[in-house]
């Protein structure tokens, strides 16, 4: 029992850094973590720090991006798209009539 218990967790530990490596496949950051404001209407930091966003995680400290939070992660609109104007027709089909007449 003592000894299946030992390979068991031999095993365990043996499988901890296969299934770690998995974790993430994205790209390599290069440079320093982006560090972009978060606006908001109030501010709890201590003086001289407001409220940042890291990682996807809120707190405080100092921005080193220009632009705020919201304003990376929004969603480029759409080009505009062009109105046309709805054609008429020019015919008028009167119902119970043969034939239509033209406007």
Same mark, same amino acid.
């Not at 299946?4 to 998995?22: H, K």
């Given at each position: 029992?003592?000894?299946?218990?030992?390979? +068991?967790?031999?095993? *365990? %530990?043996?499988?901890?850094? *296969? %299934?770690?490596? $998995?974790?993430?496949? +994205?790209?390599?950051?290069? &440079?320093? /973590?982006? %560090?972009? *404001?978060?606006? @908001?209407?109030?501010? =709890?930091?201590?003086?001289?720090?407001?409220?940042?966003?890291?990682?996807?995680?809120?707190?405080? &400290? @100092?921005?080193? =991006? &220009? /632009?705020?939070?919201?304003? !990376? /992660? !929004?969603?480029? &609109?759409?080009? +505009?798209? @062009?109105? =046309? !104007?709805?054609?008429?027709? $020019?015919?008028?089909?009167?119902?119970? /009539?043969?034939?239509?007449?033209?406007?």
């Amino acid at each position: 029992m003592k000894r299946n218990f030992i390979i +068991g967790a031999v095993l *365990a %530990v043996w499988a901890v850094p *296969a %299934v770690a490596s $998995d974790a993430y496949k +994205g790209p390599p950051v290069k &440079g320093p /973590m982006p %560090v972009f *404001a978060y606006e @908001t209407s109030q501010n =709890h930091c201590p003086a001289g720090l407001r409220p940042v966003v890291m990682g996807g995680v809120i707190s405080c &400290g @100092t921005p080193n =991006h &220009g /632009m705020s939070y919201q304003a !990376a /992660m !929004a969603h480029p &609109g759409q080009a +505009g798209q @062009t109105r =046309h !104007a709805r054609r008429v027709a $020019d015919r008028y089909c009167a119902e119970g /009539m043969k034939g239509c007449v033209s406007r």
